[in-house]
């Protein structure tokens, strides 16, 4: 018995002393082929902005009221943002009109009234202001017109060197507002011109008719009717600055600028405040440019980050800008990046421009496919491998990866979806280990 209990402690001994030897089995985490959607995308900071500003300017020479909006209200379409003092312009359209009145009252008298002498006095001068009311005119246009077309080469080039990067937008601002200013100039310019040129015509013909109709007074129909329009036509010039004296707002949008406090006397282009288009809100990201081959117009985008409390909305690529630009990373690094837009529903959220978020442009999208953890792939030999776990050990197997993400890789081929594998890979996990789940 001593013998045979003997022989049984060594073979426990002996087992303990073997067991002890082998090899132990690694705790890895375990993971599953799975069929699923697998995305490639390119992650972004992004920010939010109003890509349509408009600068306010006065339309006419006079004095604004105070401006009642602050920079951050939200203005509706068509709601008044400055009022300017009509109480001279109100006058001197009163004035036309009792002028006109008074011509109209001659035109009719014209049966009882016979052509004098004076009148051919009187209509030579007449022929003689509205000529020289032309050239006064005409020269005011082309002064007008010459810095006009200053100011559109200006604002054209502004905008270029922008675009570029070179020039900020402040200076595309001071440009905008030079231009859009003297374009209204040439207008009123222009009108005054047509106005000043008809008046010439009809009192040329006018003189015409008195020096052909001396005995004939129906000559005065005419003269009176002429002097009725030419009245008509100074009426028109200044009710359409009456009509512009009231400043309504173009577009649905915040103030974001205000240039005047006080009530003060203005010339005509002199900007107000500035605001903006709440239906042009997009997104501004820059992306490296060695990845922005990658995304065409249209591509789907995620937004998210803090600013949307955990939502995620969706948008496209709207616009991706033809050239590049330098940009220093927060690590000092220079780098190439190409500014991209992105569109999205700014209604359905409360999004403010300036507001930082986070952008997933998504590049390419496979659905219903079998796929793995990203972190369960890695190379070697320049092919692609995982660990499957079979029989309770990694066996090293080939695999084919097609779209990838930080995530999630897509196979191709190889495996199938339940197939088990080793989730995150050890630096001392080889080929035939034996493996238990963590």
Not at 309 to 314: F, K, N, S, V, W
Request: aromatic share 6%; glycine share 6%.
């Amino acid at each position: 018995m001593k013998r045979i209990l003997g022989g049984l402690i060594l073979a426990v001994l002996a087992a303990v002393a073997v067991y002890t030897l082998m090899p132990q089995p690694l705790p890895v985490e375990f993971g599953q082929v799975e069929q699923r959607t697998v995305r490639e995308y390119i992650t972004e900071e992004a920010k939010v902005r109003l890509a349509d500003e408009y600068v306010i300017d006065a339309p006419v020479s006079g004095t604004a009221f105070d401006i009642a909006w602050d920079v951050g209200d939200v203005v509706q379409a068509g709601e008044v943002l400055v009022k300017m003092d009509t109480d001279a312009i109100t006058q001197q359209i009163l004035g036309l009109e009792a002028r006109i009145r008074q011509s109209r009252a001659q035109e009719s008298s014209v049966d009882i009234l016979k052509p004098k002498v004076e009148d051919l006095s009187s209509a030579s001068v007449r022929v003689k202001e509205a000529s020289d009311a032309v050239q006064m005119t005409e020269k005011e246009k082309r002064i007008v017109g010459i810095n006009f077309e200053e100011a559109q080469k200006e604002y054209t080039r502004a905008k270029k060197l922008v675009g570029e990067g070179v020039a900020s937008q402040s200076m595309l601002d001071e440009a905008e507002r030079a231009f859009k200013g003297l374009e209204q100039q040439m207008a009123s310019a222009e009108i005054a011109a047509a106005a000043a040129r008809k008046s010439q015509e009809l009192a040329q013909l006018a003189a015409s008719r008195v020096e052909g109709s001396v005995d004939d007074n129906e000559y005065m129909r005419e003269v009176y009717a002429a002097e009725v329009a030419y009245l008509e036509a100074q009426k028109a010039i200044l009710q359409s600055d009456l009509n512009k004296m009231e400043i309504k707002a173009p577009v649905t949008g915040p103030v974001l600028e205000k240039y005047m406090e006080t009530q003060r006397v203005l010339i005509a282009g002199t900007p107000l405040l500035k605001m903006g288009d709440l239906n042009s809100m997009d997104i501004e990201c820059d992306v490296l440019s060695e990845e922005v081959t990658r995304i065409t117009v249209g591509d789907p985008v995620d937004i998210y980050g803090k600013a949307l409390q955990g939502a995620t909305i969706p948008g496209k690529v709207k616009r991706i800008y033809p050239s590049a630009f330098r940009k220093i990373s927060s690590l000092g690094i220079e780098q190439q990046r190409v500014k991209v837009l992105i569109e999205f529903d700014a209604q359905a959220t409360q999004l403010l421009t300036g507001t930082r978020v986070d952008v997933r442009i998504i590049t390419a999208e496979a659905a219903d496919v079998l796929a793995v953890p990203e972190r369960a792939t890695f190379r070697r030999d320049n092919a692609w491998y995982v660990f499957t776990v079979q029989g309770g050990r990694a066996v090293l197997s080939p695999i084919e990866v097609g779209l990838k993400n930080d995530e999630w890789a897509q196979l191709e081929d190889h495996l199938q979806a339940g197939d088990t594998i080793v989730a995150e890979p050890k630096n001392d996990l080889v080929d035939g280990m034996r493996v238990v789940p963590l």
